[in-house]
Each structure stands twice: as structure tokens, then as C-alpha cells.
């Protein structure tokens, strides 16, 4: 049975916003667009860069570094130079929280 950990105040997190934040000792970026809530690894599989601190178009987010750019659905590279997609995990919302399962 999957395990969610409270996040993040579902309040504290408009839609077309990202946050960065550190939950169970992971580095995350929460991503709220018109579609959903989604949460991925915040540091770049390309280099030392938090995409938290880049920009967000529609479901791209866009590496503050050199500009690759990722699917926040699923982590997925849209635009190179990153090779690697990040890793994407899933949200939900409970009682006015935003909730990430981490794995395992
Ligand atoms: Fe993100 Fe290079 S560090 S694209």
C-alpha cells in the first residue's frame, strides 16, 4: 500500500506556481498547472541546478541552468541538453494538504 507524506498546504501553491522542498530528506519541486498537481526530483539530472528555481510553461519546466526542459507529469526530457528524465512521483490532495508517495 502506497504511503503519502504531507507536503505542503494545498493553499500555499497556486496553479502555474512551483515550489521547492525537502520531504523524507528528498530534494522535490511541487508543480500545480490547470491539469493537476505533480511532484518530481528537484535537482537537474543534467548538472547542479534546482528546477524550482527555473520557469514553468504550461507543463514544462524549464532548468534555470542551460535551459533543458522537463514534462512535470512524468519527469520526461522535452528539451535536450539533459538526457536523463527526472523522476516523478505521485500527489494527491487530503484535507487541504498536497501529499507526495515516495516510493520505496
Ligand atoms: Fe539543468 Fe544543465 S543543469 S540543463
Known amino acids: 500500500m502506497p ?3 504531507r507536503a505542503l498546504a494545498e493553499a ?3 496553479e ?4 521547492g522542498l525537502v520531504l523524507n530528506g528528498l530534494d522535490l519541486v511541487l508543480v500545480r498547472t490547470k491539469d493537476g498537481l505533480y ?4 535537482q537537474c ?9 527555473g520557469r514553468l510553461r504550461g507543463v514544462r519546466v524549464i532548468c534555470p541552468l542551460h535551459g533543458a526542459s522537463f514534462d ?7 528539451a535536450l541538453p539533459a538526457r536523463d528524465p527526472q523522476r516523478a512521483y505521485p500527489t ?3 484535507d487541504g494538504w498536497i501529499e507526495v508517495e515516495l516510493g520505496s
Open 3 to 5: 504511503t503519502f507524506h
Open 12 to 14: 500555499d501553491l497556486a
Open 16 to 19: 502555474g506556481q512551483m515550489r
Open 39 to 42: 511532484a518530481m526530483d528537484n
Open 45 to 53: 539530472t543534467h548538472g547542479a541546478a534546482r528546477l524550482s528555481e
Open 72 to 78: 512535470c507529469r512524468s519527469g520526461a526530457v522535452l
Open 92 to 94: 494527491r490532495i487530503l
